[in-house]
């Protein structure tokens, strides 16, 4: 399932251009700033560390079943409000139905049914995070590193993963980098996919971030030596902080990035996203500037704004219209434009050819996001 997950990924970043990240969590808040404290550590400015993140996976299935197996060879406890059950490594699935607003939980075949309010599963052993696998029944099987929780949210199973923080980055990474994108364009994305989640910006109510577009895309852990988990690991700790002049003080920046920009990214205000935090610059990309991505659709009443794009396709299809026209809809409906995604903050392609240019993920950084600064988290 692994290897299948991957080429998914790389497949539909190269149909639809849904790396087109984090505006969407901007948008649903109505305003894009830094999270709301820093502090002092080794004379340096520096965010305020956080040890795990709660992230809502799977969610896009609107699942009322799902199959949870252990991974990792010390098995797996699992509860069901108060009473747990450990699980070896070879255990069949443990089936978790809704039913009305409680869980209904099935160890084995055989077995009685479980009812509870929440099902938890973890090691038990806290300096060793669980490695199971979590089942969407004959659509998706994806492998995770963290505690889990799952239970009832409306007519639905709402299931929540709490992992590493760098664990989720290394995990961003494999999912939001374009294929062959070399280690300093995957450093540079590991800094702002860091930055994104301890900006801590996405206004969920029960967890922190969800696996989707409207925060950041996130699959199985890389496995250990790979490219992402080498830029996770090199970056470890590392985040983008801006200068916030109207209180200060400086903040962890939510980073914003796309596929392709078109040759120029966007401000927030040409998005027609209002703001009163970092206002992202217009910065020349020299890649996207000569190789620009090219689209055309048909698509009466077209958006003028990436809010309105974004309402747009979720109406008609997530790549129903790529990226904000560069003008209005002819007579024959049709329209055009330039790059894939909102266009704002740091650039995929743009990133990957500096890369190979020699530029370093630094460099890179500072060319997509003018007038932040490289900080280390402070130590625990």
């Known amino acids: 399932m692994r290897s299948g997950d991957k080429d998914w990924r790389a497949s539909s970043w190269r149909r639809s251009g849904i790396a087109s990240v984090t505006i969407a969590a901007a948008l649903t808040m109505g305003w894009i700033a830094g999270a709301r404290k820093s502090v002092q550590a080794v004379g340096i400015a520096a965010s305020e560390p956080e040890a795990d993140v709660r992230i809502g996976v799977l969610g896009l299935f609107h699942s009322q079943e799902l199959r949870l197996y252990p991974a990792g060879k010390e098995g797996l406890e699992v509860a069901v409000d108060h ?27 055989d077995s009685e049914v479980a009812s509870g309010a929440i099902l938890r599963a973890s090691t038990g052993i806290s300096a060793n995070p ?61 800094v702002a996919a860091r930055s994104f989640l301890v900006a801590r910006q996405a206004g969920h109510a029960d967890f922190d971030f969800c696996d989707t577009t409207h925060c950041q895309f996130l699959r199985s852990p890389p496995e250990p030596g790979s490219e992402p988990d080498k830029a996770a690991r090199a970056t470890r700790g590392l985040i983008l902080e801006w200068h916030d002049d109207a209180v200060g003080m400086d903040r962890p920046l939510a980073a914003m990035y796309a596929r392709s920009c078109g040759g120029r990214t966007r401000t927030l205000r040409e998005a027609g996203v ?8 217009a910065v020349r990309c ?33 790549g129903a219209v790529p990226g904000l026209p560069a003008s209005a ?28 240019q020699g530029a370093t993920f630094a460099q890179i950084l500072a060319h997509y996001y003018p007038n932040t600064k490289l900080t280390p988290l402070a130590a625990p």
Not at 84 to 108: C, E, K, M, W, Y
């Open 286 to 318: 020299d890649y996207c500037s000569r190789h620009p991505e090219m689209w055309q659709r048909e698509a009466k009443g077209a958006p003028r704004t990436e809010q309105e794009r974004l309402a747009f396709n979720r109406i008609h299809g997530w």
């Open 329 to 356: 809809a002819g007579s024959d409906g049709q329209i055009q434009g330039r790059g894939v995604g909102h266009g704002i903050g740091l650039c995929q392609l743009g990133a990957a050819e500096m890369a190979r």
């Open 83 to 109: 009473r747990s059950r450990r699980l070896a490594r070879d255990t069949p699935a443990v089936v978790i139905h809704l039913r009305g607003n409680q869980l209904a939980v099935q160890f084995r075949a």
């Open 274 to 281: 209002r703001s009163d935090g970092y206002p992202y610059y």
């Open 130 to 190: 669980a490695g199971f696998w979590l089942e969407v029944p004959g659509k998706l099987k994806r492998r995770y590193a963290g505690t889990l929780e799952i239970h009832a949210h409306g007519a639905q199973l709402e299931a929540v993963v709490t992992m590493p923080l760098e664990t989720a980055v290394a995990s961003v990474v494999a999912a939001e980098s374009p294929p062959r994108a070399g280690l300093e364009a995957l450093k540079a994305q590991a």
